[in-house]
């Protein structure tokens, strides 16, 4: 079973900011990795998949990057609505990392 | 649009059964895979079950298998979760989404609150 880790656990920024999120997998995935937003009370939404590329609708503030074992969801300029907890997750058994919460500093 | 709207949750105790349903509409149902995905209370996301398009190959997670039956009606556009021999550790949101390149999540339901308790 491949583990992803996400780190940090929590990040604590202000809008306008930079936000660099981490995900680390056990073992190699190539590029099959996504990135997921969950806002409080909703569903998670599709933000990045095949470790890069962006869902249909999500704004290019959003990006993903890494191959292999290391990855990374950059949002260049935090928007008020981009606080909320973001997860990766895998798909060769389709597990997910523990989560990032993004919260306003 | 696509829509998923997930229905059949609610309160049940140890040992008990429990029935989810997901209707979809706003694509062609038949032609997707289809997941269930939970979310215990303040924690992260767990998949739990995939059924091919036709509803001719089913995965479960570990912690389900053998309890939970996944299965679907393309006629009526429907997704189904069974749930047999529950758990206190069953207690969850679920979710279900719709298939992406055989390895994603593109649209996902509201929810489904399912709580395991005496």
């Known amino acids: 079973e491949i583990v992803l880790t996400q780190s940090p656990a929590t990040l604590s920024l202000s809008p306008g900011e930079r936000a660099t999120l981490s995900c680390r997998a056990s073992?190699?995935?190539?590029?099959?990795l996504a990135w997921y937003q969950q806002k409080p009370g909703q569903a998670p939404r599709l933000l990045i998949y095949?470790?890069?590329n962006r869902a249909t609708g999500i704004p290019a503030r959003f990006s993903g990057s890494g191959s292999g074992t290391d990855f990374t969801l950059t949002i260049s300029s935090l928007e008020p609505e981009d606080f909320a907890v973001y997860y990766c997750q895998q798909s060769s058994d389709y597990t997910f990392g523990g989560g990032t919460k993004v919260e306003i500093k | 649009q696509v829509q998923l709207v997930e229905s059949g949750g609610g309160v049940v105790q140890p040992g008990g059964s429990l029935r989810l349903s997901c209707a979809a509409s706003g694509f062609t149902f038949r032609d997707y895979g289809m997941h269930w995905i939970r979310q215990a209370p303040g924690k992260g996301l767990e998949w739990v079950a995939v059924?091919?398009?036709?509803?001719?190959?089913?995965y479960y997670a570990d912690s389900v298998k053998g309890r939970f039956t996944v299965s679907r009606d393309n006629s009526k556009n429907t997704l189904y979760l069974q749930m047999n021999s529950l758990r206190a550790e069953d207690t969850a949101v679920y979710y279900c989404?719709?298939?992406?390149?055989?390895?994603?999540?593109?649209?996902w339901g509201q929810g489904s609150l399912v709580t395991v308790s005496s």
């Open positions: 059924i091919w398009y036709d509803g001719t190959t089913k």
């Open positions: 073992q190699s995935v190539s590029t099959d």
């Open positions: 989404a719709r298939d992406y390149k055989s390895r994603l999540f593109d649209y």
């Open positions: 095949d470790a890069s």
